[in-house]
């Protein structure tokens, strides 16, 4: 059973794979897969208070009618402008549409209204990874999204590899071994953190990692 968390009227069920995307390091598969999980997390259960256009456009959404639910969120979001959830809902359709730079501005949009908001930390966090002028606000989201989910070993492995693509490996590498002693990692957080200590030139601990990341089941 995933966990429920409650934003303004909404219970999202996260695994808080969340509403995430795919750094550049993971593969299509892992994209896909992400994007699945993205609309999983959209499987609510709504109050009545929440607009029924909102309700309209996550059933769009859940459906694949991702342009529909783009202009149902707009819709929504000039009708109701204090509405966490038609702009999320918005951020999400955009990310499904593949419109990175729309949906980075709508997650923007979010926490500027709701600065702890866990979904949108977390996105923006894994969409850092897209563009070199992202990767510090993703750290800086991760950061505090970490400050509220201190066990989330996804999102400190994504802002390690966001301290790799900035060559801060020191704190890459720190965030890094704390994963690692909390459990076992993630395919693509073994992927990621074989790219980054390859890169910081420790060749031998790289190499490893991409061995357990092959015995995992993934392919380079």
């Known amino acids: 059973m995933l966990p429920l968390i409650r934003t303004s009227g909404f219970f999202f069920r996260l695994g808080l794979g969340l509403a995430l995307v795919a750094a550049p390091s993971i593969g ?11 609309v999983l997390a959209q499987q609510v259960l709504v109050k009545a208070s929440v607009p029924t256009q909102v309700r309209r456009g996550y059933t769009q959404l859940s459906s694949g009618q991702v342009d529909a639910a783009i202009a149902t969120f707009q819709q929504a979001i000039q009708q109701f ?3 966490i959830e038609a702009k999320l ?7 499904r549409a593949g419109r990175d730079q729309a949906s980075w501005d709508a997650y923007q949009a979010v926490l500027q209204q709701e600065p702890d908001n866990r979904l949108a930390l ?12 992202w990767q510090q606000p993703g750290i800086d989201a991760l950061t505090r999204f970490l400050a509220l989910e201190p066990r989330d070993t996804e999102a400190q492995g994504q802002r390690a ?5 900035q060559g801060r490996f020191g704190e890459a590498i720190a965030d890094y071994e704390a994963v690692f002693q909390g459990g076992n990692p993630s395919p693509d957080i073994l992927l990621g953190a074989a790219q980054i200590y390859t890169y910081s030139g420790d060749f031998s601990r790289g190499l490893d990692l991409f061995n357990r990341y092959r015995a995992s089941g993934g392919a380079l």
């Open 28 to 38: 299509a598969t892992g994209q896909s897969s992400v994007l699945a999980r993205q």
């Open 89 to 95: 809902g918005l951020a999400i359709a955009y990310r």
């Open 161 to 165: 590899l966001l301290y790799g693509y």
């Open 81 to 83: 402008p204090r509405s």
């Open 122 to 133: 977390k996105t923006v966090g894994l969409l850092g990874g897209f563009r070199p002028e």
